[in-house]
């Protein structure tokens, strides 16, 4: 029996937040206390939680990391902290810390390892969002060391499931498709994907990165960083063929614009070490994908419960 038995969730209406509140009702024994946007640092004294999942941040696609590069780091920097320093003062027995991929250089070795984190500046598309979660790591290994504080880090790529932000510039790539293409799917007229469609991707399915996250809290307790996130890779060209194959989309409407930018050509990462600790097994991406836009089909038009 874990002695986390009252977890507080930061991000609570996000997509992974909402992902753990599928285990929630798994998990009778353990009380969750999912944290808003709206919610002030006293809901964390008022709830005394013995456990925190930090799943809330600024994040977005190109376009928004290319428009808001200070709101996004100054905005994430200051959640990180906010949330040690209410740990750290509330005694909380244990922290967890969400990092991205997409902190590490564009030019370390495939696949990335933990270690490479700090071997070189992030990709000029996402560097303040990427400077944001790299200080995660330094904080770990400060906050343990001064206040001998069980906190520790875990680096997920790319996100999608159900809940997840579809709003056309904060949307991550899936989420963006799966919008336009739903929204274009009775018309005749072209759609337009960013870059030539060739550069790989990794995304990890919000209930297998829940799963991850609770074992994670049970069972994993270091100051080295640790990627869990899925090591399936498709081509972008590939994802959005997927995408308009579940939606019924004539695949020679897609069309690829070399124009637009299309980010950093490959991000690998290296789950062996959570794997090989864990024994975890990940939702293949095309069933992940086809239960998330199933449920962005069923749910599209009820504004209470989709991100628009």
Known sequence: M???RKILVTGGTGVVGTAIKAIAREDPEREFVFFGSRESLRFFKAHKPDGILHFAAVSGGIQYTSKYPATMLRDNLLMNFNVLEAARLLGVGKTVMTLSAGMYPPDAPIPLREEYTHQ??????????????????PSIKAYRAEYGMSVIGL?????FGENMNFKNEEAVMVGALIRRFHENRNSDERIAIWGDGSPLREYTYSQDLARAFMWCLDHYDDAQ???????????????????????????GRLFFDTSKPAGIYRRNTDNSKFVRLSGFRYTPF????????RWFSENHDRSELIRL
């Not at 996402?126 to 200080?135: E, G, H, L, T, V």
């Not at 095309?286 to 836009?293: A, V």
């Open 2 to 4: 874990s002695r986390f």
């Open 120 to 137: 070189g500046y992030p990709h000029d598309t996402n560097y303040s969002y990427s400077f944001a979660k790299r200080m995660i790591d």
């Open 155 to 159: 680096v997920s790529n790319g996100i």
């Open 225 to 251: 960083i640790l990627n869990v996130g899925s090591t399936e890779e498709h081509e972008v060209g590939e994802i959005a063929r997927m995408i308009a194959d579940v939606l019924g989309i004539a695949k």
């Open 286 to 293: 095309r069933d992940g994908l086809e239960r998330t836009i």
